[in-house]
């Protein structure tokens, strides 16, 4: 399976961004499709998680409210919609897939994700 992201860019706080990927090759009902981000000198963080073909949606309390998690299943394609934008938001952002059904904790962990896109930089800044 390979992952590819596209979407991100220069923005200034307050704006709106989203954020695709596209995954190549099979994914199950109940795999997962999550964002996670990372900050120069930072761990990677998780973001958001989606359940593919099934219900469950997870976020991160730092976006909560702010970010939206979608995917067609048709097209095996994740969203990330990233609205009232903050610096702090600024990182590289990964989409993983994670083949597999497992609890909320386990969907948080990046370590848990076995394939990863190349990541695609967003910054926030005026």
């Known amino acids: 399976v390979q992952l590819v992201e596209s979407g991100g860019g220069l923005v200034q706080p307050g704006d709106s961004l989203r954020l695709s990927c596209a995954a190549s090759?099979?994914?199950?009902?109940?795999?997962?499709m999550g964002w996670f981000r990372q900050a120069p000198g930072k761990d990677r963080e998780f973001v958001a998680v989606?359940?593919?073909?099934?219900?469950?949606?997870f976020y991160a309390d730092s976006v909560k409210g702010r970010f939206a998690i979608s995917i067609d299943n048709a097209k095996n394609t994740v969203f990330l919609e990233m609205n009232s934008l903050k610096p702090e938001d600024t990182a590289v952002y990964y989409c993983?897939?994670?083949?597999?059904?497992?609890?909320?904790?386990?969907?948080?962990?990046?370590?848990?994700?076995?394939?990863w896109g190349q990541g695609t930089q967003v910054t926030v800044s005026s």
């Open positions: 993983g897939l994670r083949k597999g059904r497992a609890i909320a904790t386990i969907l948080r962990d990046p370590s848990e994700y076995t394939y």
């Open positions: 090759g099979r994914t199950n009902r109940g795999d997962a």
């Open positions: 989606i359940r593919v073909r099934e219900s469950g949606t």
